[in-house]
């Protein structure tokens, strides 16, 4: 694996990891997170307006840091997975697994055999345009990190299944689609939420999986750090501007 990505997978395993969602079309934004110290970034592909091109610039903005280039596709499709890992991504957040089937077809998509069936190109920038050794770079990218997001109730009721498929990095709780499915739309600290994030960090522990979540305050930045979520995404990069940018007219 890369040296940064073998560093982040150090790191996790200590201590809680950072960074952002990011939605912005500038790479110089992306570039600014990483010189603010982000762990990752998650570069937005499923809500966000990055094309194919822009996402080529931003993993690059990325490269000579030590900020992982994350990309949350799409879905399941095989050829939104590969092209993102083609292009040069540290790693991959998979949105909407809700049962293990899915889970496993995450792993496929995402790996070169014997984990999985990603399709095989040696002439993409993963792989220096063919300059790398073949063997060597098939086993470097299956070592690039994989993150699924389980965001309704059918996911988190299946939570000890998924967790059961190997090549899983970290499984990611999104709150915003998580209270949706609850019931209460948009009400990240509803207690019928946080309670059922606090049980998965539970069952988590219990069988050893590394837990993300999504955080917009600094209150639940902390909340989630102490109780043991490592991997924690704070706000979107437009967001964190914009509420910087209302602070300069609250100052005059």
Not at 184 to 192: D, F, Y
């Amino acid at each position: 694996m890369s040296a940064k990505t073998e560093f982040f997978k150090k790191t996790i395993n200590q201590t809680a990891v950072w960074g952002c969602f990011s939605k912005t079309t500038d790479s110089s934004f992306v570039e600014a997170m990483a010189v603010a110290g982000a762990n990752f970034v998650i570069l937005d592909m499923e809500h966000g307006p990055i094309t194919t091109e822009t996402l080529k610039t931003h993993i690059m903005a990325l490269k000579a840091t030590n900020t992982l280039a994350i990309v949350r596709v799409e879905g399941f499709d095989s050829n939104t997975i590969g092209k993102a890992l083609d292009l040069g991504a540290d790693g991959i957040q998979v949105p909407s697994v809700s049962t293990a089937e899915e889970a496993k077809i995450a792993v496929q998509k995402a790996k070169f055999f014997p984990e999985g069936e990603r399709g095989v190109c040696r002439f993409v920038r993963a792989a220096d345009y063919s300059d790398k050794e073949r063997t060597a770079y098939f086993k470097e990218a299956n070592q690039n990190l994989l993150i699924i997001q389980l965001e309704g109730k059918e996911g988190l009721d299946n939570f000890e299944e998924i967790v059961t498929i190997n090549g899983i990095d970290i499984i990611f709780i999104g709150p915003y689609d998580l209270s949706q499915s609850l019931g209460v739309p948009g009400q990240i600290e509803h207690p019928l939420v946080t309670n059922k994030i606090e049980e998965l960090i539970l069952l988590a522990k219990k069988n050893n999986v590394t837990l993300g979540t999504f955080c917009d305050t600094p209150q639940q930045l902390k909340k989630w750090n102490a109780l043991g979520i490592a991997y924690l995404a704070y706000s979107v990069d437009v967001g964190i501007f914009k509420d910087a940018v209302q602070q300069i007219g609250k100052n005059l």
